[in-house]
């Protein structure tokens, strides 16, 4: 009987996994039962079961179910208590190692972000960040990949005052800062050289939330002169970290 209970479990958190991971905002019992190899008549008792619960709601006309009000209550508990600091604390060591360079985490305050933490490398010239000190969100590769995955009405707003520059190579056109978050958006990740701190070189990502919006952002940083000759290689192990937390968020 044991076994038998928890088959049952087991096939119910079949179902209700297969919604999150079917690509699309209904499911019929049919397709379920395929999909997992079960008859329909098990499935429709499990999700007779799930509908008295809230976690599924069917359409009378179409007869095909969709996620309920109590899953989505579970989703947003699960996502309440995850702390991005802890999240990526083994993260941020294990890729200054990986790359031989600093890694940092900034979260975004309004219109600037700061750094809340960083790990550097055991080698004789490092760089290193103040944290908690503001940058504002257009100067820096950790500033920028917030920016660029920010909403569209939020960029514009963001981009229609005067910018200030910290560096000589801080962007400020507008129309220049437009096709750098473009270029960013479509390869993950932003590049700086320069334009925060001189002498500097950095690539930043960010970790997107279930909406896809930046929750916060891991950047490599390094000295300029050393950093460009591995850019290419610190973005790749950059964005493997932030693929993972962001799938820790519900990003897909």
Request: charged share 25%.
């Amino acid at each position: 009987m044991p076994s038998q209970t928890a088959a049952t479990v087991e096939r119910a958190a079949d179902i209700l996994v297969r919604f999150a991971e079917a690509g699309t905002d209904t499911l019929g019992v049919t397709e379920i039962a395929e999909s997992l190899g079960m008859s329909k008549a098990a499935v429709h008792r499990v999700l007779a079961s799930f509908r008295s619960r809230g976690l599924v709601v069917l359409d009378e006309d179409s007869r095909r179910y969709s996620l309920g009000l109590t899953a989505m209550r579970l989703g947003l508990a699960y996502l309440d208590r995850i702390d991005v600091r802890r999240l990526a604390a083994p993260e941020l060591p294990a890729l200054s190692r990986l790359t031989g360079e600093t890694a940092t985490l900034s979260i975004r305050t309004g219109d600037t972000r700061v750094y809340i933490d960083q790990a550097t490398p055991e080698r004789e010239v490092i760089m290193s960040v103040s944290l908690g000190v503001p940058y504002p969100l257009h100067a820096g590769g950790s500033s920028k990949a917030f920016l660029a995955f920010l909403p569209e009405a939020d960029i514009a707003r963001y981009l229609d005052r005067s910018l200030e520059s910290l560096t000589p190579a801080t962007v400020t056109d507008p129309d220049r800062l437009r096709t750098d978050l473009t270029l960013i958006r479509r390869r993950g990740y932003a590049m700086s050289i320069a334009e925060r701190q001189s002498g500097a070189a950095s690539v930043a990502a960010p970790i997107l939330d279930h909406h896809g919006r930046p929750t916060a952002v891991i950047s490599v940083c390094g000295p300029a002169e050393r950093f460009m000759t591995e850019a290419d290689a610190c973005a790749a192990a950059l964005l493997q970290t932030t693929d993972r937390l962001s799938a820790h968020l519900g990003h897909h």
